[in-house]
């Protein structure tokens, strides 16, 4: 069964910056697009950013020039180089590789104080 495992959030300052990481197992991983999606409270799970095989990348509106996806195929992970958080960031951050489900790691909290 895939299995991804998130790592990486914690508490910050407005300002500050934290790295996300998710190591997946059980799948090619060197083929798989990856994706970082967060749900903040009462709201919707919401796309971050994607990364295909090749390291095309794209990234939402709202963390674009502030946040970095990037893959090392070696590990098998997938990275979210997030800085210049703001509060509005705070969520619970899943890693997601679309197979032939949806699969998603546990999630980890990423807050952002003001």
């Known amino acids: 069964q895939v299995r991804l495992v998130e790592s990486g959030g914690g508490l910050v300052q407005a300002g500050g910056s934290l790295r996300l990481s998710c190591a997946a197992s059980r799948i090619i991983f060197s083929i798989a697009t990856m994706g970082w999606y967060r749900q903040a409270p009462g709201k919707q799970r919401e796309l971050v950013a994607q990364i295909s095989s090749g390291g095309m990348t794209n990234y939402a509106d709202d963390v674009k020039g502030r946040f970095t996806i990037s893959r090392d195929n070696a590990k098998n992970t997938v990275y979210l180089q997030m800085n210049s958080l703001k509060p509005e960031d705070t969520a619970v951050y899943y890693c997601?590789?679309?197979?032939?489900?949806?699969?998603w790691g546990q999630g980890t909290q990423v807050t952002v104080s003001s």
């Open positions: 997601n590789v679309n197979l032939d489900f949806a699969y």
